[in-house]
Every structure is written in C-alpha cells, then in structure tokens.
C-alpha cells in the first residue's frame, strides 16, 4: 500500500512538473508574441514616419522649386522693367491711392487707430511701448519742420513697414518729402542708439546659453544647439557707389548681407550687415563680430558619445564646419541612413531662422526696396532698425499677418538669394557632428530622404 501511494506522489510531482513546465513554456511564447507584435507596431510606426517625411519634403522641393523658379522670371522681368522705364515714369506711378490721402492728418497728437496702426505693421502695445522709449529723443532733436515725437514715429514706421517711397508718404502725411526722409533717418538713428544693446542681446551668460539651449532640444532633440546662423542679401542701388563690383553678388544683382544668429522663437541674438554682396560666407564669418564670440564662448558643457560638446549653432552648406558651427552631411551617393535622418533634423532647426528671415522682410517691407530709396551707405541703419523692430514686435506678441509674406505687386518681389556650397570643413568639426549624428541615431527615429 505504501509502495503504491509512493506512486501515486511521483506521479503526482511529474504532472505538477509538467504542468509548469507547460505554463512557462506557454507564457514565454505569449510574452515573444507580444514583443513581436510590439516590435512590429514599432517599425510600422517608424515606416509611416519615414514615407510621410520623405513624402512631404518631396513636395516641399516640389514647391520651393516652382516658387523660386516663378520669383526668379518675375524678377527678371521687373529689374528689365526698371531698367527700360524713365526715372519720372516711376515716380508717377507710385502716386498714393486718393482715398488715402487723409488718412494721416498731419502734427496730430491723437492716438492712432487700429486702421493706421496696420499701416505700421505693429500693434498698438508695440507702438506704445517704442513711443515710451524714444520720445524724449525724438521730440529734442533738432530737425525741420517741427512735429511730435509720435508723429515721427507714424511717419517712419509707415515708411519701413509698406515700403512706401518718400514721396508717396509725403502725400499722404501731408508733409513735404524732405520732412519724411528726415524722419526716417532720425527714427532709425535714435533706435539703433538706444535700443540694439537692448534688444539684440547675445547670451553671455550659462543660465541664458542653458535656457536656449533646452528651447532647441525641445524644438529638434538635437543637443547643446542653442541658436541657427544665416545670411540674407538685402538690395542697395546698383552702380553708385564706390567700388561697386564688390557689391554685386553670384546672382548678378547688388546687395549688403545680413548675416544674424536667431533663437528658437525666431528672435535676433546677433546680426552683422557691413559685408557687401560679393563676400561669400566663410569670409563673412571669420570677419565678424560673430567667429570671435563664439571662439571666446565659455559655455555649459555636455558629455555626449563620453566627449564633452561645447554649446554650437546650426548652418547650412554656406557655411564651414567647425567644433562650434554644424553644418548638414554634404549630400552623396555614400550617406549612412543615419546621416540621412541627421540632415532631416539640422533642417528642422533651421526653419527658425528660414522663418525670421521671411517673418522680417514681410512686416519691413523697405528692406526689399532699399535700392530705391535710399543711399547705400543708408541701408546698413535701416537693416539694423529693422532687426531691432523685429525683437520688439515679436516681445510684444505683435500679429504677423500671412498676408504681408505674398507679393502683391512687382516691387514685392525679392531677387533670388545666391546659393553655394562651402567645402572648408575641420577634424573637430566631422567629430562632434558624427558625435550628434549619432547621438540622433540612438534616441529618435530614423527618418530617411531620399531626395
């Protein structure tokens, strides 16, 4: 009897064993079923991102191409227009519209509307807030005739914000053309006087670098970026000044470049605009206010791939490669995917400055005309007070209206801004940008162009 319920145990044991078995077995593979279908979600997820980013930066290409191609004929068409069309023709074409002309009455002290504050491109907290600054400065100066400070202010904002020439705005402010350009000149000087150390402020500080540095990563997931660098080419008359070939640029027209640093929210840490057209951008930079900063930057640190990366701005294939200035993977038939999926990210924080630059030129709409209204050696003041606007406009939350970026006439249309690529490239540099790269690589998702 007792062989037989020693049996009975060791069979009892076996199935229990079995049993178990069975069940860890079973859980395992539920558990591999569930990872795969995990996994499979995972690259399905990874796909659909690929081919909706390949997809939309397809007609991206699409798009600019067309775009650039259309403002290119448009702006051929009208630099033959200007050069055909008498001088007097122009100026009487650009008479104001009737039902304009008193708009604007002259030497008022009243506040302005809404209507008029549109004209000005800011709103009225913006406008308040630059009146509280300059109107000592502007209602002292000694220029003729006399008008109040907020008069002067509405004269030189209408001025830059609608490109508007003298003349025309003379019309309409009822006021001789000699009297607006004073404005404009006076209005500018006092800005860049009193407020570009204000407004244009480069982060000195680690806690300032820190908190730019956090806003881009929560932008593009790229670390240490805590700005993007460009350069844009404004126009200046052609074949007046001295020493003129050094103004033209590769596109055959003449320009000053801005070359400016913004932040995420699209506003201007630095900007620089003595360098004519003809500069190409690494001599520009190396020239500039700019290369000694950033030489001489005693920023935040982070140990990334077991270096330590310093704080760096993006840029594109204008620019050289340096420690401190990353630039895209140069575009081959050699790229990695993760390389690829870089260059997808690094253009995705530079839209801020893609953006500021648009977001400046439509709300300041002299910067596209300043061949036609003022001097060269003028143009610098009207770029940097333009920039100066900009910061305020933006500090203030001042609408930008869509409106203001489409071309609405000839005169709105900007000449096609020059394109080349810059081969000066350092070791430090291909380091820490393979150090993001892959960095990139290992906690965000692969996205593939294969434009």
Not at 72 to 90: C, G, H, W
Not at 339 to 367: D, H, M, P, Q
Request: glycine letters at 4%.
């Amino acid at each position: 009897m007792s062989f037989e319920m020693e049996a009975d145990m060791v069979s009892n044991r076996v199935i229990v064993e079995i049993v178990n078995e069975y069940r860890t077995m079973l859980q395992q593979q539920i558990a591999l079923h569930l990872k795969r279908q995990r996994d499979h979600i995972v690259r399905m997820r990874r796909r659909f991102l690929s081919k909706l980013a390949r997809r939309l930066h397809r007609n991206y290409i699409l798009y600019d191409r067309h775009r650039r191609s259309l403002l290119s004929d448009v702006s051929f068409l009208n630099m033959r227009r200007r050069e055909v069309q008498p001088a007097t023709s122009r100026s009487r074409l650009q008479q104001p519209v009737p039902e304009q002309l008193h708009l604007f009455p002259a030497s008022s002290e009243h506040e302005f509307t809404e209507e008029q504050l549109e004209r000005f491109r800011i709103n009225h907290a913006t406008f308040q807030c630059l009146y509280d600054q300059l109107e000592h400065e502007l209602e002292d100066a000694d220029c003729e005739p006399a008008m109040t400070a907020r008069m002067r202010m509405g004269v030189a904002l209408y001025v830059l914000g609608t490109g508007k020439d003298f003349e025309s705005a003379a019309t309409l402010f009822h006021l001789h053309s000699r009297a607006v350009r004073a404005s404009v000149h006076l209005f500018c000087g006092v800005v860049n006087k009193l407020l570009r150390d204000r407004q244009i402020d480069f982060p000195h500080s680690r806690n300032h670098i820190r908190c730019g540095v956090k806003e881009f990563e929560e932008l593009v997931g790229i670390p240490q970026v805590f700005g993007a660098i460009g350069c844009l080419h404004i126009p200046v008359e052609r074949g007046t000044v001295k020493d003129a070939a050094k103004y033209i640029n590769s596109k055959g027209w003449s320009s000053i470049i801005l070359q400016a640093i913004v932040d995420s929210r699209g506003r201007f840490l630095d900007v620089s605009c003595e360098h004519p057209g003809h500069t190409n951008a690494a001599d520009m930079l190396i020239n500039s206010s700019i290369y000694q900063r950033m030489e001489q930057l005693d920023g935040p640190c982070q140990k990334i791939d077991k270096s330590n990366v310093l704080p760096l701005l993006l840029g594109d294939g204008k620019y050289p490669l340096l420690p401190w200035l990353i630039t895209p993977y140069p575009t081959t038939a050699q790229m990695t995917p993760a390389e690829r999926s870089f260059n997808v990210y690094a253009a995705k924080g530079r839209v801020c400055i893609v953006r500021t630059f648009e977001r400046l030129v439509g709300r300041w709409k002299a910067l596209n005309r300043c061949s036609t209204m003022v001097a060269t050696s003028c143009v610098p003041e009207i770029i940097l007070t333009c920039c100066i606007l900009h910061n305020i406009a933006e500090q203030n939350r001042s609408p930008y209206k869509d409106a203001w970026s489409e071309c609405h006439n000839e005169e709105d249309v900007a000449p096609e801004q020059p394109h080349w690529e810059c081969q000066i490239t350092s070791m430090d540099g291909e380091e820490v940008r393979n150090r993001l790269s892959k960095f990139m690589h290992e906690r965000f998702p692969l996205i593939v162009d294969d434009d």
